[in-house]
């Protein structure tokens, strides 16, 4: 899109694929934002995006003052509102940016982007956001772009669960795994995970679509927190959900994809 892209991670692997793609790889955060507008950040959670923004030899410094940091982690909003504070007191801008479409659209620039913050922020980046994205949409204050992404995931994560187990059931009962999917996805069944994810990723047995079950789980314990703190009855589905994908986690081994989840469905049910 015409951008000069610098860019750094942990991993050597992922830096020589980033300067295979045409972007410019460095050893460190700090010196991959020494000198440029804006950085993003897309990291496991809140606190290493706090830990690298602010952290000893944190990118905040390397940026200085005029400048912005756009979080496309999945961070908790508190936790967000709280970075954004600290930053402003440096002179640094904030906007949060989650993502959803997975791996596919992040690939072919088709992701949706929840971004929360100030209107003149948000539109600030937005020529950044939109490369990748075939949505923008300005969810509000900070922060607001993080909560949204929670309660999508949830939205997601509670109709691949119903999914997986209606497939589950099916199958004991005696219909093919296509048969189930193919029904669902002609009637009002029908969801993401119908459509995208069961034959591919679950009937295939590869559960492979590119996004962890712990990433999930992590997601919706947000998720769940959020909504606790919002008043709702700590009984609610949200929270259900969440224990459910939390259990899958601690329960299925090797870091597995999050549409193991039905590994987890089947299992369970094995057990009685």
Not at 88 to 111: E, N
Not at 128 to 151: D, E, F, Q, Y
Not at 205 to 223: C, E
Request: proline fraction near 4%.
């Amino acid at each position: 899109a015409g951008f000069a892209v610098r860019g750094s991670d942990l991993a050597e692997a992922a830096r020589a694929a980033f300067a295979e793609a045409g972007g410019t790889a460095c050893t460190t955060a700090a010196e991959a934002a020494t000198g440029v507008e804006a950085v993003i950040t897309m990291l496991p959670d809140g606190k290493v995006v706090r830990e690298t923004v602010l952290g000893t030899g944190g990118v905040a410094k390397a940026l200085g003052v005029g400048g912005i940091v756009v979080d496309m982690s999945s961070s908790e909003p508190m936790g967000t509102q709280a970075l954004g504070k600290d930053l402003a007191a440096l002179g640094i801008g904030c906007v949060d940016a989650p993502v959803s479409g997975g791996v596919k659209r992040a690939i072919d620039g088709s992701l949706a982007i929840m971004a929360g913050g100030t209107p003149e922020q948000v539109e600030r980046v937005k020529p950044l956001l939109a490369p990748m994205a075939r949505a923008v949409i300005a969810t509000g204050p900070l922060g607001s772009g993080h909560a949204m992404k929670a309660l999508n995931n949830y939205v997601s994560a509670a109709g691949l669960l119903a999914a997986c187990e209606a497939l589950y059931v099916g199958q004991k009962f005696g219909l093919t795994g296509e048969t189930v999917v193919d029904v669902l996805n002609a009637s009002t069944g029908k969801n993401n995970s119908t459509e995208v994810k069961l034959k591919p990723f679950v009937l295939s047995g590869a559960f492979n679509s590119g996004f962890s079950l712990a990433l999930m789980a992590k997601d919706l314990r947000i998720a769940a927190d959020l909504g606790t703190s919002m008043g709702l009855d700590p009984s609610s589905l949200i929270e259900t959900t969440a224990r459910m994908w939390e259990a899958a986690r601690g329960e299925l081994k090797d870091s597995p994809d999050h549409t193991a989840i039905y590994r987890f469905v089947a299992e369970h049910e094995a057990k009685g």
